[in-house]
């Protein structure tokens, strides 16, 4: 048919080209917001750490696909693992899939506590869909407690579990049934825990689109010690904090807790394929769905297809002969240690926070100075997008992709693939340093970049 586009003719397309089409076909606000942040680049090629655009320009990437690039862009074993199965059938619903198979097995041995049966969907929300669904289905309650900030995805039952009123107005209303607390509050979650007949809590072990916020210390073992007090199931949301990210392969290892069911995405994909799972003790399984009336109530069509779950399989190989975990533990300590400095020199990052290679950086809140100068615009900026307005320096002046947390803008996060070396943590390093020595304040940062935005219309 005249008009329809090949993939022959994608390749060779310039930003202009994507953006025309973005624009028309995909999201305008999304090309107009990349625009307004100096965003708007065409990455063509990427290995490892590293991405670059069409002029050849090399970037380091710390943004790590949201967590999704723990082994780096394109590792070469995923690609031999790809052309290894290349004559498999990809996608049979109706049968019983070895690589699946493997991919649990694997996973049981890896994931905290007792955690033994595997469902394999596509994505994040999808794996807390299900584990929402499986704590219901096995326990027979309705109750499910979130926390404030916490962030499960955006379909509607894992946004009815997000704790950001930005993303859940316009559903409304969203699942029933559910119950917020403030992240590390043990007697807030206590008092709805004994109010009412509540199915299971869900929380990350570190909050990553809130902020990057680490509870108190024994806040994971307690919550889930009062759960199990109460007949409720620990949902641990490890899509993002899973993988190596903090420096253990899973982050519940640090706080020694066993979840009855745990969330699994983003890096099991290998950076390749998208894939997302949830993991569950034998009692909860067989509770929800054992039998042969229960086996089908939860099912997927994509969900443990061949070519996810193979690509699952090579990437924890890698993550395990990399040793990427004890990497990202020891260069995450030497990073946070040299961002905690950089704080006590400049007071315009009021906080620095993390474990491993998962760090977020916090701004001093902009928003009172823009009160007085005015503008909507640079208000609407200031507030929404500061954290933005940094990693658009980064990213144009240095070469650095980074980005700000979707739950609190004025943080940006720092989190490259784990096979970064300390020589490119040292780049991020003197770029931020530099970044912070020349704009002397957040305010004048953010006033450059929307002026020169108005100029250029
Ligand atoms: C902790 C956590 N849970 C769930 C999700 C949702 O994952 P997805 O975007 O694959 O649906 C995310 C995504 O950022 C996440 O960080």
């Given at each position: 048919m005249e008009g329809l586009i090949t993939v022959a003719e994608v390749v060779t397309w310039d930003l202009e080209r994507t953006a025309k089409e973005y624009r028309d076909h995909v999201n305008p606000g999304f090309v107009k917001m990349l625009g307004l942040l100096d965003f708007d680049k065409q990455f063509v090629r990427a290995q490892g750490v590293f991405i670059y655009d069409q002029n050849g320009r090399e970037y380091l990437d710390f943004l790590g696909g949201y967590g999704a690039l723990n082994i780096g862009h394109n590792h070469p074993r995923v690609l031999e693992v790809l052309q290894q199965i290349e004559?498999?059938?990809?996608?049979?619903?109706a049968a019983i899939n070895p690589f699946a198979a493997a991919l649990a097995h694997n996973l049981s041995l890896l994931t905290?506590?007792?955690?033994?049966r595997f469902f394999f969907g596509n994505s994040g929300a999808e794996a807390v869909e299900g584990a929402l669904k499986t704590a219901r289905a096995a326990t027979g309650r309705q109750g499910l407690i979130y926390a404030d900030g916490g962030f499960h995805g955006k379909t509607f039952g894992a946004l009815s579990v997000t704790g950001r009123e930005k993303y859940r107005k316009p559903f409304v209303p969203l699942v029933p049934g559910t119950f917020s607390v403030p992240y590390g509050d043990l007697e807030a979650l206590e008092g709805v825990l004994k109010a009412n007949e509540v199915a299971a809590l869900i929380v990350e072990p570190i909050q990553g689109e809130g902020g990057v916020i680490v509870p108190p210390e024994g806040y994971l073992r307690e919550a889930c010690e009062l759960c199990h007090r109460y007949g409720a199931l620990f949902i641990l949301d490890e899509i993002q904090t899973g993988f190596g990210r903090t420096g253990r392969l899973f982050a519940a290892e640090w706080d020694g807790v066993s979840p009855d069911i745990i969330c699994l995405a983003k890096s099991l994909g290998g950076g390749y394929v998208p894939i997302g799972a949830f993991g569950c003790t034998d009692q909860v399984w067989d509770a929800a769905y054992g039998g042969l009336d229960k086996a089908l109530l939860h099912t997927s069509t994509?969900?443990?297809?061949t070519t996810a779950t193979a690509v699952a399989l090579a990437t924890l190989e890698v993550l395990l002969t990399e040793k990427l975990a004890e990497r990202a533990d020891e260069l995450g300590s030497y990073f946070l240690g040299e961002l905690y400095k950089l704080a006590d020199v400049y007071p315009i990052i009021q906080e620095v926070r993390g474990r491993g290679l998962l760090i977020g950086l916090e701004f001093t809140s902009a928003t009172s100075l823009f009160g007085r100068i005015g503008g909507n615009l640079l208000r609407k900026v200031s507030e929404e997008y500061l954290g933005g307005l940094v990693a658009s320096e980064l990213l144009n002046k240095h070469a650095i992709l980074t980005a700000y947390t979707l739950n609190n803008p004025n943080v940006i996060r720092m989190e490259p693939p784990l096979v970064v070396t300390k020589a490119q943590i040292d780049q991020v390093l003197n770029s931020l340093e530099h970044l912070l020595k020349t704009n002397s304040g957040l305010g004048k940062l953010a006033l450059s970049a929307v002026s020169s935005k108005l100029r250029r219309g």
């Open positions: 004559a498999r059938p990809k996608i049979l619903p905290p506590g007792n955690i033994n994509f969900g443990g297809n």
